[in-house]
């Protein structure tokens, strides 16, 4: 498919958030064996406007027809190569432990092009064993071990003393992208792109909307 996003300038972070859910809904929308659907009745399907929806789809081309609106399995293969989802993207773990294995386990990664190739962890005991079939290796081979298996992406999922060292290894690797779930703030090089998943920020932000809904029902009189 010809790709129709070809700006320079970057997307908000914002829409980089929203497109993630484009593409889930259609892909609903796809199973439910729905066709075309118009920007308004997608808008009150996800909880956004009308023109939301046009104004992001218009920033990556054309799309839509008057009086049917959007063609869903052609708009879902479109957002699936504007989110770079068609390329694949092998993907390294960088962790055993629990939170490790849970990510492991999750069956949704391989469903949109991510492959988790290897995993790996400073402990002999689980090193040379396999997590839902992925195998551990040692952290000090990663980078022998990339030469023959390269991967764009690492999941950070280890304890926060270990963080940073664990992205500057793979970063030594070439890697492009880095998901840390540690509980901690790391940096990373130049050109290497970091989201951090903080578990901890999202229930602090969940209540504090809590607690702002108390105070504009009238539950409670003010912050304090």
């Known amino acids: 498919m010809t790709r129709l996003y070809n700006r320079r300038q970057r997307v908000s972070d914002a829409m980089t958030r929203r497109l993630p859910a484009y593409y889930r809904h259609l892909r609903l929308l796809e199973k439910?064996?729905?066709q075309y659907i118009s920007s308004r009745t997608l808008g009150e399907e996800m909880g956004l406007t009308d023109s939301q929806i046009r104004q992001?789809?218009?920033s990556f081309g054309g799309f839509g027809r008057q009086g049917r609106g959007y063609q869903v399995s052609a708009l879902r293969q479109t957002i699936e190569s504007i989110l770079g989802?068609?390329?694949?993207h092998h993907v390294v773990i960088i962790g055993a432990g629990r939170l490790g294995t849970a990510i492991a386990a999750f069956r949704g990664f391989s469903n949109v092009g991510f492959t988790i190739a290897a995993m790996f962890d400073a402990n002999p005991a689980v090193?040379?064993?396999?997590?839902?079939e992925i195998p551990v290796l040692p952290i000090d081979e990663m980078e022998a071990w990339s030469k023959e298996h390269p991967f764009q992406i690492a999941v950070i999922a280890v304890p926060k003393n270990a963080a940073q060292s664990a992205v500057d290894a793979a970063c030594a690797c070439g890697v492009r992208g880095v998901l840390n779930f540690a509980?901690?703030?790391?940096?990373?090089p130049e050109g290497v792109l970091l989201r951090s998943v903080h578990l901890s920020d999202s229930l602090m932000a969940?209540?504090?909307?809590?607690?702002?809904?108390?105070i504009i029902s009238g539950q409670k009189d003010d912050w304090l």
């Open 32 to 34: 439910r064996g729905v």
């Open 56 to 58: 992001d789809l218009s």
């Open 85 to 88: 989802l068609d390329q694949g």
């Open 127 to 132: 090193c040379g064993t396999t997590i839902e």
């Open 183 to 188: 509980e901690t703030d790391i940096s990373v």
């Open 206 to 214: 969940l209540s504090f909307r809590m607690h702002e809904e108390e």
